[in-house]
Structures are given as structure tokens and as C-alpha cells.
């Protein structure tokens, strides 16, 4: 299994709405990420979990909230958002090598919309 | 934090010409340097990747390489094909912190 599945595919939330995108692997992989993506950008590296930790955090508001509730899972749990959050949430995984990067396996992302 | 330039923003080329995209990167403890190809709608998918101790590598159309010196590589396509058109961005990582440069959109005109 080399796939990266994410859920939901499309999520459509208000401003004061509680939502979580949820991502799943199991390849193995121990570093798990969240980028974000809006249109016509490049991914923009939100958080990495290493081991289950977390591992880079790259400044994100507080209204984005990750969680790894162990080596498979990886959770965005969305809260108060803002129209400009609206984007492609992706999540990958790739091995965990101190000395060697891997590749990143994408999974098809959940496209956010944020009314 | 890593800082990756990458240049052109946009390339269009005749089916069956070559393209080239270049990228800088500012880290020089980045050791992993891959490129994605993202289609509308789809997700990036990895075409080659080369490591930094390594100065070239390819795979049928498409080679990479990489100056450690100069902190720069280079995506190429040869034999270009409608199908090869779509976004294409580099990459640089070290440890499991990837960045990404802008992207290219690539067009492949028949």
C-alpha cells in the first residue's frame, strides 16, 4: 500500500464551525506532514510530526491545531477559521532518516472552503 | 530557514523541444532535491530527485543535476510531449523540513 488517503475530499465550513481533516498511511512511514496550498502556489509547509512528535511547527495559527494520534494517523482540527484559510490542505509521509531525506507521498489533499 | 528560487514562472515549448528549469536554494545543508509534477486538480507526484552527493541523475526523458558549489540544480526534459504539460516545482530538504520553490507551469504545444 503506497497510498496517502485524506478525508473529507471537499469541506465546506463556516467562521465559528468545529471541523477536522483527517489523513491515513501505512507505509511505515514515521514523519508525517500538513501543507497548505492556495491556487496557482507552491505547498507551504504548515507542521511535521517525527515519531509522533511534533517536530516543526512553521509559526501556524493557533486555529489550526494538529494531532498524531499515533504512526498511521495524522488530524488538522480546524476551529474559528477565516475566508483566507480557504485552500488545498495536503498531507504526505515520507521514511524517517536523520542523514537521509526521503520522498514525499502526497495524498490528494481536502479542499477547504471557508464561508 | 530555506529559501528555493525557482525560475521561469511559466515556459512554453514545441512538442518534442527540450525545457529546462532552474532553481536556487539558500541552505547549503540541504542534502535532498526533488521535483514534483502537479496536474490541475491532481496531486504533486515525484518525477526524480537527486541527493547531494550526487551530480546528475536521469530517468528516459527527464535528468537532474545538481552544483553543491553554487547551490543550484536543474530539472530537464528532452523529447517533450503534450502530456508533459503541468506545474512543475523543486525542492530542498534537510532532515524532513522540505521546502518549495514557485513553480513553472510548463506548456507542451503539439
Known amino acids: 500500500d503506497t497510498e496517502v488517503t485524506q478525508t473529507p475530499k471537499h469541506l465546506v465550513m463556516g467562521m465559528t464551525n468545529k471541523k477536522s481533516l483527517k489523513c491515513e498511511q501505512h507505509?511505515?512511514?514515521?514523519?508525517m506532514y500538513w501543507y497548505k496550498q492556495k491556487a496557482k502556489k507552491p505547498p507551504e509547509l504548515m507542521f511535521v510530526?517525527?515519531?509522533?512528535?511534533?517536530?516543526i511547527n512553521e509559526s501556524v495559527p493557533s486555529r489550526f491545531s494538529p494531532e498524531c494520534p499515533n504512526s498511521s494517523l495524522l488530524n488538522l482540527h480546524l476551529h474559528a477559521l477565516q475566508p483566507e484559510d480557504s485552500a488545498l490542505y495536503l498531507c504526505?509521509?515520507?521514511?524517517?532518516?536523520?542523514?537521509?531525506?526521503?520522498?514525499?507521498?502526497f495524498g490528494e489533499g481536502s479542499r477547504l472552503t471557508v464561508l | 530557514g530555506e529559501n528555493v528560487e525557482q525560475h521561469p514562472s511559466t515556459l512554453s515549448v514545441q512538442e518534442g523541444d527540450s525545457a529546462v528549469i532552474k532553481c536556487t536554494y539558500s541552505?547549503?545543508?540541504?542534502?535532498?532535491f526533488p521535483w514534483y509534477k502537479q496536474e490541475l486538480g491532481k496531486r504533486p507526484q515525484l518525477i526524480i530527485d537527486?541527493?547531494?552527493?550526487?551530480g546528475e541523475k536521469k530517468d528516459q526523458r527527464i535528468a537532474v543535476t545538481l552544483n553543491k558549489t553554487a547551490k543550484h540544480f536543474s530539472l530537464h526534459i528532452t523529447e517533450t510531449q503534450p502530456e508533459d504539460s503541468a506545474v512543475y516545482f523543486c525542492?530542498?530538504?534537510?532532515?524532513?523540513?522540505?521546502?518549495f520553490g514557485a513553480g513553472t507551469r510548463l506548456t507542451v504545444k503539439p
Open positions: 510530526y517525527s515519531y509522533e512528535k511534533l517536530s
Open positions: 504526505a509521509s515520507s521514511q524517517l532518516n536523520d542523514r537521509v531525506p526521503g520522498e514525499l507521498f
Open positions: 525542492a530542498a530538504s534537510r532532515n524532513n523540513d522540505m521546502r
Open positions: 541552505d547549503s545543508a540541504s542534502n535532498y
Open positions: 507505509m511505515g512511514h514515521r514523519a
Open positions: 537527486i541527493r547531494s552527493n550526487v
